[in-house]
Every structure is written in structure tokens, then in C-alpha cells.
């Protein structure tokens, strides 16, 4: 018998588009990648033509093409201008665009006679001021914020097994598996000799320098004593059933990794992706362990016990 608990990934959600060749180049030679204004929404459409002429005059090509959103643009009082800017940049289509800063000033416009003859005035102002504030955010983040990453790199850490012995938890690895590791009290009315408890997760701690992700990844494999049990005078091929449920659990995990390093991680989506690889190997696990069950008759078949503990030998 074979029953599984929570399992406990890290992460959440979804993928992003490939490096671009220039920018590549830029983290090779240390360069900062260049960015560019590209789009303006937002209050105020009356004055976007004057954002259009002292924000969006850059014309070179850029590595990243970036949009503004203006969600502030208005005399306060007759003493006082406010701007508040949100810049966004767009890496996937089904994400859309994403938050990248948030800026806000406000300027005093004492001595201003009307509103109507200073609105070019303002839209210059402000967008000096963002541009500059702007310009000394993207030297110091671009290579930090995680909307912006290039590239992933994956390492896989040793399996998690620990020196020490755990009173309750016992780590795929660390002994042969015994029926003194099964401490629960057997379920009332059972018809099974023995059902273990075992489990894997994974663990990643994500690191960002250059624009990289760097991911470690470490999976944990184990069982529970406290939840597997027993009956009295079993005979060892009964452990060598349990033992395989344990094995097919490791196997589970061997694959979440191999599907890490068979397909590349995507920079906005990597969380979502080892989600979804995490929980394919999960399937799989509890649809193989059901077919084990079966094939075996929870270990009466002789015959197919020994198939089986061949193959995840």
C-alpha cells in the first residue's frame, strides 16, 4: 500500500522570451544594455505631445523598449504641480507589461499667472526629472530586477540526505529501510500487512548577478515513521514491497530533475515551469505506484514482486 503526503515546491509563476544577441554581448564585455521609451498612455492626453517631444526623442535602436504611464499630471493648487510616472517593460505577450518603477515629484509653481500657458513647461520639466531619476535607477537595477533576467542557470545540489538520523523522517539514502522504521499503530480493519509513507520535494534558492539567474536545486526524498505501519510476523519479501514503493518515490524525483535538464528554463516563467515539472512527477509517481499495487497484488504475485524490484533496483 502506498499513500503520499503534501508535497512542498517553492516557487510560483510562468515563462519569458529568449536573450536578445546584443544584449548577450553587453554582459559579456560588462556593458549596461541600453533601454528606450516607446509608448505613453495614461491622464492627460492633451499633453502627450509635449512628453513626445522631450521623452521619446531617443532614436537609436535599444535593447529593451519600454512604455510610460502617466498617473499624475495636474496643477494640485495654484503653488503646486504633481507627477507621478509608472515605467513598464513587455517581455512575454500573455504577461504583458510589468511594473519595472515608479516615480513622483512634485514642483512648485509659485508665480505661474495660468495653468494653460505652462503646460509644455511642466511636461518638460517632469520629464527631465524622470529621465534622470530613471537613468540612475536602470545603472543600478538592471542587472538585479527580476523582470529582467536573460538567462537561467540550473545546478542540481546532492539529494538531500542528512548525517544525522531523524527520530521521525528517514532520508532515501541514508539506510536500508527496516520494519523498525514503521511505528504507526496498523489501521483498524486493514486488509493490507504494511503501508509506507514516502515523499519527495524540492528546494531552490534563487540568486540573481548580471541579469542571471542562478538556481540551485535540491530534492528531498524520505518517508514518515509516525505514518507508516505494519503488522505483526511479516516475511521480508513483504519489506522488499515496501522498500520498491520507496525506490519508485526516489525515481519520481530523478525524473523532476532530468525534466529540468532536458528543457530550459524560461526567466519569467521558471517558477511555473518547476511547478508544473514537479507536479508531472508526482502524477507519475502515484500513477506508478498504483500499477505496482496491481501488477504485484500489494506483493502477494511472487513473480511480478521480483519484476519489480528488478527494475527500480
Known amino acids: 500500500m502506498f499513500t503520499t503526503i503534501w508535497a512542498k515546491p517553492i516557487s510560483k509563476k510562468h515563462l519569458a522570451i529568449g536573450a536578445f544577441c546584443f544584449l548577450f554581448q553587453s554582459y559579456v564585455w560588462g556593458q549596461i544594455p541600453t533601454y528606450q521609451f516607446q509608448t505613453l498612455s495614461g491622464v492627460n492626453p492633451a499633453t502627450h505631445t509635449y512628453f513626445q517631444k522631450y521623452l521619446f526623442k531617443r532614436k537609436n535602436p535599444a535593447d529593451f523598449m519600454l512604455q510610460v504611464r ?27 507589461p510589468q511594473l519595472l518603477y515608479t516615480y513622483k515629484s512634485q514642483f512648485n509653481t509659485q508665480g505661474f499667472k495660468t495653468k494653460s500657458d505652462h503646460w509644455e513647461d511642466m511636461a518638460k520639466l517632469s520629464s527631465q526629472s524622470l529621465q534622470t531619476q530613471f537613468d540612475q535607477w536602470w545603472k543600478n537595477n538592471w542587472d538585479k530586477d527580476p523582470k529582467l533576467i536573460q538567462e537561467i542557470r540550473v545546478t542540481f545540489l546532492p539529494d538531500y540526505v542528512p548525517h544525522s538520523m531523524d527520530r521521525d523522517t528517514l532520508y532515501f539514502g541514508q539506510k536500508n529501510l527496516d520494519w523498525n522504521d514503521f511505528t504507526a499503530k496498523p489501521y483498524p480493519g486493514s486488509r493490507f500487512a504494511a503501508q509506507i509513507f514516502s515523499n519527495f520535494e524540492y528546494h531552490a534558492t534563487p540568486r540573481i548577478e548580471g541579469a542571471i539567474l542562478y538556481l540551485p536545486i535540491q530534492v528531498k526524498v524520505y518517508m514518515l515513521r509516525s505514518h507508516s505501519w505494519k503488522k505483526e510476523n511479516l516475511p ?51 500513477s506508478t505506484q498504483k500499477m505496482y499495487d496491481e501488477a504485484t497484488q500489494h506483493g502477494i504475485y511472487e513473480a511480478e514482486q521480483i519484476k519489480w524490484n528488478d527494475k527500480f533496483r
Not at 87 to 94: A, G, H, L, M
Not at 255 to 275: M, T
Open 236 to 286: 521480508d519479501r513483504a519489506l522488499d514491497h515496501e522498500s520498491t514503493h520507496f525506490k519508485i518515490t526516489q525515481q519520481a524525483a530523478q525524473q523532476f530533475k532530468a525534466q529540468i535538464q532536458q528543457k530550459k528554463l524560461r526567466p519569467l516563467w521558471y517558477e511555473s515551469e518547476l511547478q508544473w515539472w514537479f507536479l508531472d512527477a508526482y502524477r507519475w509517481m502515484n
Open 70 to 96: 502617466l498617473k499624475a499630471f495636474d496643477f494640485e493648487s495654484k503653488d503646486a504641480f504633481k507627477f507621478q510616472a509608472e515605467v513598464y517593460v513587455v517581455r512575454d505577450s500573455i504577461l504583458g
